[in-house]
């Protein structure tokens, strides 16, 4: 503002000065005051979108050198340096520790603008695939969603500008990245010397709530439902609904029931048991233990077909984003007071995807820690104590170290309500 003030005072002294020398002055005064006007309508460059996300956004003469991590903006649009990590986890260090900092600058009188290499017509969107990607739900909630809020308002005529690019990731999310962008991406970290001007680039990506799409902040009013129908179309993904087709000989006229199976820890130890007891209840039953070399897509249309699916908590369950409306999601959650953390990553998300949400707790003697502590243990009568000593010791206790076996006679029970809510119209036995 002291910047303003000092133009209203120079404009004024003007005034009473072209009074006396004419014309000269007078459109001296109307530069000053086109000046004073560009300042007075400036807005910050970088602004905090949510709790989680920092934006920097920029139009103009807007150049971009990748190399460097720097993107030059015109000095109308602000005087100030501004510094930002494109990844949508901005108070997470560990997370940040993988992402490169970039820097948005001004042009200076002192140092010209680099000169252009490349030149275009679309906007930029300029965003990290650092920090946790490689873990299925940090893939989505991270990025991929973010990407989809930030980019789907330009209908696939903006420009992808990625940092900390792993190429195998590239690879496993391209059909997604197409659907976003109709231009070759360009990797940040190989861009050599280019200096690629736009006349508008984003900076980081905007981030509304784990695993979703808040319509409300959305740029053109997107939802859940929009970023599902652009998975289906990534995929190929037939069914947009959890019911039969009406073919007499079609398989998913038994309602299919996907069990996500896990190799190291938090494993169900009785999943054939498990996979037998569903069919005795009429279902169609599929296993699959998906990791970070499974090809999406294939996966992505096993999960569609599924009416149900079920998992313990982990990056696996992730998958519910291909899953069709009115399909049944059931969390096994762990033991260890850990409904907080399966509400807020799984639970929370699944109404927006128009999924059923329910749970299966798991008590102390459906547990391997039963084998590891003693009854009267604090792992059991407190786990609050646990989880005070931090992150890293809640995980070695409650996920990295526990392993599960449900009760076939309860999870039956859970089995049968979650028929309840499906279409089929099957008869199903309770004996």
């Not at 690879?171 to 736009?198: G, H, M, P, W």
């Not at 049944?328 to 949400?357: C, H």
Request: glycine share 6%.
């Amino acid at each position: 503002m002291g910047a303003i003030r000092m133009l209203a005072a120079k404009s004024g002294d003007l005034a009473l000065k072209g009074r006396e020398d004419g014309e000269d002055n007078r459109v001296l005064l109307e530069a000053v005051s086109r000046e004073k006007a560009a300042m007075e309508v400036k807005k910050p460059v970088c602004i905090e979108t949510s709790r989680r996300s920092d934006v920097c956004e920029a139009e103009g003469d807007v150049r971009v050198r990748a190399s460097a991590q720097t993107i030059f903006v015109d000095p109308f649009l602000t005087s100030q340096e501004w510094k930002m990590k494109p990844y949508a986890r901005k108070h997470d260090q560990p997370a940040l520790a993988h992402v490169e900092e970039w820097t948005i600058k001004p042009f200076t009188e002192q140092e010209a603008p680099p000169s252009c290499t490349e030149n275009y017509t679309v906007p930029a969107v300029v965003f990290s695939v650092g920090g946790y990607t490689g873990n299925l739900f940090h893939d989505f909630t991270d990025v991929i969603v973010p990407l989809f809020i930030t980019s789907s308002r330009f209908h696939g005529e903006v420009q992808f500008v990625i940092a900390d690019a792993k190429p195998w990731w590239l690879t496993k999310f391209s059909l997604l990245l197409k659907q976003l962008s109709k231009y070759e991406i360009i990797d940040a970290d190989n861009d050599q010397d280019a200096v690629r001007c736009f006349p508008r680039v984003i900076a980081g990506l905007d981030f509304h709530k784990e695993l979703g799409v808040d319509p409300a902040k959305a740029p053109s009013g997107y939802s859940m439902t929009d970023f599902k129908e652009m998975l289906r179309r990534a995929y190929g993904l037939e069914r947009t609904r959890a019911e039969p087709s009406g073919d007499r000989w079609d398989v998913r006229r038994k309602p299919r029931l996907l069990i996500i199976s896990r190799r190291s820890s938090r494993v169900f130890l009785n999943e054939r048991g498990m996979s037998d007891m569903a069919m005795s209840l009429g279902f169609d039953v599929r296993i699959a233990d998906p990791d970070v070399t499974t090809d999406l897509g294939k996966f992505a249309r096993l999960v569609n077909s599924a009416d149900v699916m079920i998992g313990v908590y982990g990056a696996g369950l992730t998958n519910i984003v291909f899953l069709p409306a009115g399909a049944v999601f059931i969390q096994v959650v762990p033991m260890g007071n850990l409904e907080w953390l399966a509400r807020d990553t799984f639970e929370k998300p699944s109404p927006d995807m128009q999924i059923k949400y329910m749970d299966y707790r798991i008590q102390a003697d459906e547990s391997t820690l039963s084998d590891q502590y003693r009854k009267d243990h604090p792992v059991f009568t407190d786990p609050r104590s646990i989880h005070k000593k931090g992150w890293s010791e809640l995980s070695r206790v409650y996920l990295e170290n526990q392993d599960v076996k449900p009760h076939l006679g309860r999870l039956r029970i859970t089995l049968l309500e979650a028929l309840k809510f499906l279409p089929h119209g099957r008869k199903t036995t309770t004996q």
